[in-house]
């Protein structure tokens, strides 16, 4: 019996789009609009120019860009040519960049010059100071053996770079469309997005083009149609933005009104002006709304519901101030390496089940509690790890075999490392993580990476990160230090030594001095004892 789900690529799910909704809105930035067409017309000149480059079907591409049309282009472009994006996050920093970059075997890298006061050009040239050289054809970088090409959209750009003006230039020859867009599958992969896991540096999660199935499933629980207004304000970089945004928008033929980062005060106001019907966040973007002094004045009856991930008692207070001073949510679960969002609650779902748990599978995906150390199965209501079984798990992690099998076992349930509890009804509630990752504003934070970094300053001798409570972000990083004798280090110091390397959600907002860790017999540091230490010491 053939399956009920027709898969296809996401290129081609664009022209599908384009003959459903064809000249109504699709996508408005700061102005600008475009339609169906007008998007799917943009998104065919950016494939010839990659073609045109020298692109070939399975290269990787790195897109090193703020929230912008152009961000929305490539994406389809590459899954209409059979090439594989890897978004980098903006907000990373050298260190970070520099690992994407390299660990990805990314062939082509497209990036914006600078934005606001961060210079993208700069961090790039202090790993690869080849790029401002000559080159008779394709770039020779030393350090990045795979990269071929930098395109650069911005006002200025280095010479062995190509000006992304430039990469359109080329004939308008459109026979991608049958003969290359026609050799892509829906198997074949689509995106490399860097998540920091469980352990030591980010890990590249490989999709194929069938997530969409989880928009068309989530659409449906949502009543997503084309009269639906996205305001989106998420980074695309992340799954949540990227789905949720523009491949919700092409799955529903809803108009998403696209913002280059988040504002609370133009939030309000583009949902005035524009008509939105749909917001989605973490409850810290929900914290500033809800905060902002133009929430009482805001003309806010075009919202239908908003997307805000609940579960933890953190998030809770936010989300029912949402319900009281925005308009109605869902509550949803989800991790990069299952496509973001495998649960959903109802729209008629109760304000309890909203605000304090996390929603009920989609179709397609299978739930369980186990007792980690046992794998025992647990019973309803009774607390273990999550694990899910479904469509949309992830190929696996780019280059890390050993890492994929740890996390997904034989009979291909991903073992998430949540804490989750299951309702009789299969109502799942996240409420925090085995393992010790942070999740600071909604972005994840590995403190292994954050130690290793810090590790390099001269006076540390040691170091462990721990998250601690914050009012707006949930949680935010302490670091825990053991100095080298007769050294010295504040706060202000350690924030510089990190400044420009890591994220800025990376780096620590207190720094705790210590003689040393309590540990266990075998060795290990004991981050329970550890964190009641550092209670102790903030109360």
């Known amino acids: 019996m053939a399956e009920w789900f027709e898969k296809r690529t996401l290129g081609g799910l664009l022209d599908l789009a384009v003959t459903l909704f064809g000249s109504r809105e699709a996508l408005s930035f700061e102005g600008q609009r475009w339609s169906f067409i007008e998007l799917r017309d943009q998104v065919d000149i950016v494939a010839r120019g990659l073609i045109n ?42 260190t970070d960049m520099e690992y994407v970059l390299l660990q990805s075997d990314s062939t082509t890298l497209i990036m914006m010059d600078e934005s606001g006061p961060v210079n993208y050009l700069a961090m790039l040239r202090e790993v690869c100071p080849e790029i401002d050289l000559v080159c008779a054809s394709e770039l020779v970088v030393h350090k990045f053996p795979e990269l071929k090409r930098v395109v650069v959209l911005g006002n200025t750009r280095p ?54 199935r989880t928009l068309v499933d989530a659409a449906s629980r949502m009543g997503m149609t084309s009269r639906d ?35 609370p005060e133009t939030v309000l106001a583009l949902i005035e002006t524009e008509g939105a019907t749909v917001l989605n966040g973490f409850d810290t973007h929900f914290f500033d709304i809800t905060s902002h002094p133009n929430i009482s004045t805001t003309d806010k009856s075009s919202l239908r519901v908003a997307l805000l991930a609940a579960g933890m008692a953190s998030s809770e207070s936010v989300a029912r101030r949402t319900q ?38 989609l179709p397609g ?25 479904g469509y949309s798990l992830m190929q696996g992690y780019y280059k890390k075999e050993q890492e994929t099998n740890e996390v997904i076992d034989q009979d291909g349930w991903l073992h998430t490392g949540d804490v989750a509890v299951l309702r009789e009804d299969f109502r799942m509630r996240f409420l925090g993580r085995y393992k010790d990752m942070l999740k600071v504003g909604g972005e994840n934070v590995d403190p292994m990476e954050v130690e290793a970094y810090i590790l ?54 207190k720094l705790i001095l210590m003689d040393a860790f309590p540990m266990t017999s075998s060795g290990k540091v004991q981050k329970f004892r550890l964190r009641e230490l550092v209670d102790g010491h903030l109360q």
């Open 53 to 94: 480059l020298g692109v070939k079907p399975g290269d990787k591409i790195c897109l090193w860009m703020t929230n912008c049309p152009e961000w929305i282009f490539v994406f389809f472009a590459v899954a209409k040519i059979g090439a594989i994006l890897v978004p980098i996050n903006t907000r990373f920093r050298v």
């Open 159 to 212: 010479k062995g770079a190509v000006n992304w003006a430039d990469m359109l230039t080329g004939p308008a020859d459109l026979r991608f469309s049958v003969d290359i867009q026609a050799n892509v599958k829906p198997d074949d992969t689509v995106l490399l997005m860097y998540t920091s896991g469980t352990t030591g540096f980010p890990k590249g999660v490989m999709h194929s083009h069938n997530i969409q």
């Open 229 to 263: 207004v996205i305001l989106m304000y998420l980074p695309l970089f992340h799954c949540f933005g990227l789905y949720e945004g523009p491949i919700m928008s092409v799955v529903s033929g809803a108009r998403m009104v696209l913002m280059s980062s988040f504002d």
């Open 324 to 361: 009281e001073d925005l308009c109605p949510t869902i509550t949803a679960w989800g991790m990069t390496e299952v496509g973001v969002g495998a649960t959903r609650s109802y729209l008629d779902s109760s304000i309890e089940d909203r605000c304090s748990a996390s929603g009920h599978p």
């Open 365 to 389: 995906y299978e739930f369980k509690i186990i007792e980690p150390s046992t794998g025992e199965i647990q019973p309803f209501d009774e607390l273990g790890e999550l694990c899910v079984r």
């Open 456 to 509: 390099s300053h001269p006076s540390v001798n040691k170091a462990q990160i721990i998250g601690i409570p914050d009012g707006r972000l949930s949680e935010v990083p302490c670091a825990c230090v053991v100095l080298e004798a007769g050294h010295h280090l504040e706060l202000d110091e350690l924030d510089e030594f990190c400044r420009g390397q890591l994220a800025s959600f990376k780096i620590p907002r």
